[in-house]
Structures are given as C-alpha cells and as structure tokens.
C-alpha cells in the first residue's frame, strides 16, 4: 500500500541554523500539508500546497518557513533560521480527492 | 472559527469491553468532513475513520464505529472489543467542504488505555 515518507526521522540542530525537512508523498495525490505538534500537544496546521504554489498557511507558517517542490515526487519545508520554540514533530501529509490526508510518520525536531 | 474540542484528556478501559470518546465541533458550515486520526506511542498519525457530514449513517470500520449527531455538533468514536493495541492517543479533526485543499483542525486528544 503506498504511503506518505519523511526524512530524516530525527533532525538535531544548533538555534539559528537553517534545517530542510523532505517529504515523499502519495505518488498520485495532488494536495499536500505540512502540521507540527509540540510535545504533549495537538497536531496544527503549518501550510498547505498545490499546483505548485502554497494555497492556505496558517499565522505559525511565519517568513522562517518555506515549502518548495523541487521535484515530481519531493516536497519540502524549510526553516530558515530555527528557534528553541521550532522543536516539535513535523508532519506532511498529502491527499487526492477523497478528504482524507494520508500522514507519513513524522519528523522529529529539536533545537538546541 | 471553527474549533474541535476534546474533553475527555485521558480514558481507561479493560481489554474486550466497550469505550466511547467524546468530540465536539463548532462551525458555521454546512457540508464538511470529520476524522478521527490515532497516535500510537510511535506517533504516526493513522486514520481511523472519517464521516462526511451530509450523510445521515454513522460510519462504521470494523471495531470502530462513530455517532454523528450533527445538530448537536457531536463526533464520538465507539471502541468496541477493545484490543491493547487500541491504545493511543485518539485525535478529533474537522475539514471544512471545500474540497481536498481544505486543512484538518484537530482536537487536543484524549490518551486512552487499554487494560489486560
């Protein structure tokens, strides 16, 4: 069964260091998001992309943040310069027609 | 705005039996989508079950089933012959009917486990 991957798995990094997070969604799905929760919390919406431009973003998805799709098959997230507060686990997600997003297994974050 | 709320935070229930958790929603929509997502100590998000509001049937897969009641703005999940492997946290999400670019507005969860 085809499903949503996210690499790496666990991402370490040093306050104001800029970080890439890749995702590999649902090969024939058109719609994809990216969601973070911070430990303990509920999972929020970060952004959300299609055609190739970023069709809803949220107030957390600040000038730090940028998504690309560099590829047919990759999508990304992009933080420029992290915070302590950017540690969280982050989650793409993508979708065809059908509503339900499909979340791959998330990246863990941590700023030090 | 719409919001979905949560709350029952934790839940307790013995192997086999029967748990019910609670959800509530507020949106001024009328067609849309409810989900609910679980996260096992692994944290991937799973789908467990989805339920477009203009359909009056409750969804039903496998051991899960859901009560929709959409005048009262409410969303439980049924567990039934509840396994130790159930035991996760259980998110509430809404979509609104826009269409699949719609985002998913989840619940703080509710942690259930499942006792031998």
């Known amino acids: 069964e085809p499903e949503v991957t996210q690499t790496p798995s666990h991402q370490v990094t040093q306050m104001g260091q800029e970080v890439i997070l890749r995702c590999v969604p649902i090969?024939?799905?058109?719609?994809f998001y990216w969601y973070r929760q911070i430990l303990g919390q509920k999972v929020e919406f970060l952004v959300s992309?299609?055609?190739?431009?970023?069709?809803?973003k949220s107030e957390i998805f600040d000038d730090q943040f940028s998504v690309e799709r560099p590829d047919g098959s990759n999508f990304t997230l992009k933080i420029r310069s992290t915070k302590l507060e950017d540690s969280a686990m982050y989650f793409c997600?993508?979708?065809?027609?059908?509503?339900?997003?499909?979340f791959g297994p998330g990246t863990r974050l941590t700023v030090t | 705005a719409q919001t979905v709320t949560q709350s029952q935070p934790e839940m307790s229930v013995q192997e086999a039996e029967t748990v019910t958790l609670s959800c509530t929603y507020d949106?001024?929509?009328?067609?849309?989508?409810l989900f609910w997502y679980k996260q096992p100590p692994s944290r991937q998000m799973i789908l467990v079950i989805r339920?477009?509001?203009?359909?009056?049937q409750n969804a039903t897969e496998n051991r899960f089933s859901v009560n929709f009641q959409k005048a009262a703005k409410s969303f439980s999940l049924k567990i039934s012959d509840s396994q130790l492997g159930d035991t996760a946290m259980y998110f509430c999400?809404?979509?609104?009917?826009?269409?699949?670019?719609?985002?998913?507005?989840f619940g703080k969860g509710t942690k259930l486990s499942v006792k031998p």
């Open positions: 997600a993508s979708t065809s027609l059908g509503n339900e997003q499909y």
């Open positions: 339920q477009e509001a203009y359909k009056q």
């Open positions: 999400a809404f979509n609104s009917g826009g269409g699949s670019q719609g985002n998913l507005i």
């Open positions: 949106t001024s929509e009328s067609n849309y989508y």
């Open positions: 090969s024939n799905h058109l719609y």
């Open positions: 992309f299609y055609n190739n431009e970023i069709s809803e």
